[in-house]
């Protein structure tokens, strides 16, 4: 168990989008210019190359390139989570290197998730492999459970083990499951141990419960909403934020996540290279697109500029 004083990472994280060009190729300015604008816009950090990232869809080397781009662009390695978690411990080993040796705050990383059924055991092994190869003090591993995408789940058994072997490294979780009992347990049974959620509907109700922040694919479009809520939640004026962000995840969660978001961006900048992205995740049909827009207006949502 960690005893610490205060979070390393807290607030409010973007799930980043994934910048790309015609040929589904990164495209590396465009993604510098939208983190730039997450940051000046609400976010706290970018927790990039996860699901709404497409990561899994880009090789390990788009996905070093990517990183460094973002370095080399400017954007602080200090408020950046990069995905690293891969299926072969090599790759996820590699990645995260890259991520730590960029300056990187913390890397999150999904459970090698091809084999199903494993036991908690083989998940620390794996886990533990991963934080004996990398072999760096400045390592801050975040798990990324989400076991209805990854099809294998974080048990607290796992987080205990972990916990017990690297104290100092295993900083905390994204969970995905939209199981607020499930957050807020870990919050509780793990002190110190810092649990982000993934859904915008569990943000406000996460933090109450001991959380420390959100990483949602929403927040590429709410980030100033987020935030607004994130800088207010104690306060009774945070519950109308809250039901506003719960309603605009309503809407996003109700089209295929990374296509609605990018079609969102795309009519919020006018720019249609938004609307690029690599098979099998392909853009909203023309009915998709013109309802989502009318459904998230209802909701009062108001993007931030794009200068």
């Known amino acids: 168990m960690i005893n610490q004083t205060k979070p390393n990472l807290s607030g409010v994280f973007a799930a980043a989008l994934t910048r790309q060009t015609a040929d589904g190729s990164p495209d590396l300015d465009g993604m510098a210019r939208h983190c730039r604008w ?12 996860g699901t709404t990232g497409e990561a ?28 690293t978690g891969c299926c072969a411990i090599p790759d996820t080993v590699k990645l995260t290197k890259c991520a730590v040796n960029l300056g990187a705050a913390g890397v999150l990383a999904l459970p090698p998730f091809y084999y199903k059924g494993v036991s908690d055991d083989g998940l620390i092994a794996a886990f533990c ?18 076991p209805q995408m990854a099809g294998v789940p974080i048990p607290y058994g796992v987080i ?3 916990l017990k072997h690297y104290p100092k490294t295993v900083a905390g979780m994204k969970d995905s499951s939209g199981d607020l009992d499930n957050m807020a347990g ?32 929403c927040c590429n479009i709410a980030s100033a909403l987020l935030g607004k ?9 945070a519950q109308a934020l809250h039901e506003q962000a719960t309603n605009v995840r309503k809407v996003c969660a109700s089209y295929p996540l990374v296509p609605v978001l990018k079609e969102t ?11 690029a992205m690599r098979a099998p ?13 009318a459904k998230l207006a209802a909701t009062g949502l108001v993007v931030s500029p794009v200068p």
């Open 160 to 162: 205990e083990g972990l």
């Open 56 to 83: 899994n869809s880009f090789s390990v080397d788009e996905r070093m390139a990517i990183m460094e781009s973002l370095v080399e662009a400017g954007i602080p390695a200090s408020v950046m989570m990069p995905g």
């Open 129 to 146: 492999d991963v934080i004996e190869q990398v072999g760096d003090d400045r390592l801050r591993l975040y798990l990324y459970h989400f």
């Open 38 to 49: 997450l940051l000046a816009n609400g976010c706290d950090g970018l927790a990039i190359l």
């Open 186 to 217: 870990a919050a509780k049974a793990f002190p110190g141990f810092e649990v982000f959620s993934g859904a915008d509907d569990l943000f406000h109700p996460l933090l109450k419960a001991g959380g420390v922040g959100c990483i949602t694919a």
């Open 281 to 293: 995740v392909m853009a909203l049909s023309d009915a998709d697109a013109q309802e989502s827009a």
């Open 229 to 237: 809520l994130y800088a207010i939640w104690r306060e009774p004026a």
């Open 265 to 275: 961006m795309a009519r919020h900048t006018g720019d249609d290279g938004w609307r």
